[in-house]
């Protein structure tokens, strides 16, 4: 139980594109998500944390404008890297909680982000 | 704000070898601690976590880690290694109670020689 599936699992694109990442809890409601950045052999860096039907509350130095996240359902998130850069080319992990459980996150599988 | 410390960058073992990975944390009150692992291209998955109770925690895959309190500790281990698991290792802390967000450490990678 308690999986989560993100995708597409890479993208490669051009530079001044925008590119969309789904985060999904399959078999669980997630009333909260959080989307993650990773630069290689570095650690995961919060971006933002999404709650369903809410705006996203976004961590500090991150854009907003250019990292637009939807939480429209309990088991979708999306985010939408805008015009997209070759310094946005990074490892995006989203995670998810159990409705009622804050206490432990779920990881999707990540989706590498190559700007070209 | 809670910060982790996972000092080793890189930590080296036979296989069959023991294991141990070392995590510090800061925190003012009872902290959540977990431990993650992150196979290259991937995302994370949780190996263990203490919330409270007994300070030696069991986890999945052999790994066990002890909270001391007295130590700020939290450090990750497992009697013997198999090739496996070689992975990136990521210590987390987080508030205890109510809605939190984790701070993770920089992670330690693990690398198992044959």
């Known amino acids: ?116 | 704000a809670q910060s982790v410390t996972q000092p080793d960058i890189h930590i080296t073992v036979s296989e069959g070898a023991s294991l141990e990975l070392r995590c510090n944390y800061s925190y003012g009150a009872t902290p959540y601690l977990f431990w993650y692992v992150q196979s290259p291209g991937q995302g994370l998955q949780l190996l263990l976590k203490y919330f409270s109770g007994d300070t030696l925690v069991q986890g999945i895959k052999g790994f066990e880690a002890e909270f001391k309190r007295s130590q700020s500790s939290f450090n990750l281990r497992k009697p013997s290694v198999h090739w496996s698991d070689a992975a990136e290792y990521f210590c987390a802390v987080g508030a205890a109670g109510g809605s939190y967000i984790p701070t993770f450490g920089r992670g330690t990678s693990l690398i198992v020689h044959p």
């Open chain 1, 1 to 116: 139980g308690a999986v989560v599936s993100q995708h597409p699992s890479w993208v490669i694109c051009k530079s001044g594109t925008s590119v969309k990442i789904e985060c999904r809890s399959l078999d669980f409601q997630a009333t909260t998500m959080f989307w993650y950045r990773q630069f290689p052999k570095q650690s995961l860096m919060l971006m933002a944390t999404s709650n369903e039907g809410s705006k996203a509350t976004y961590e500090q130095g991150v854009e907003k404008d250019k990292f637009l996240i939807n939480h429209a359902s309990l088991t979708l998130s999306t985010l939408t890297v805008t015009s997209a850069h070759p310094e946005d080319s990074s490892f995006y992990i989203c995670s998810a909680t159990l409705a009622g459980a804050y206490n432990e996150q779920f990881f999707g599988p990540g989706t590498r982000l190559t700007v070209l």
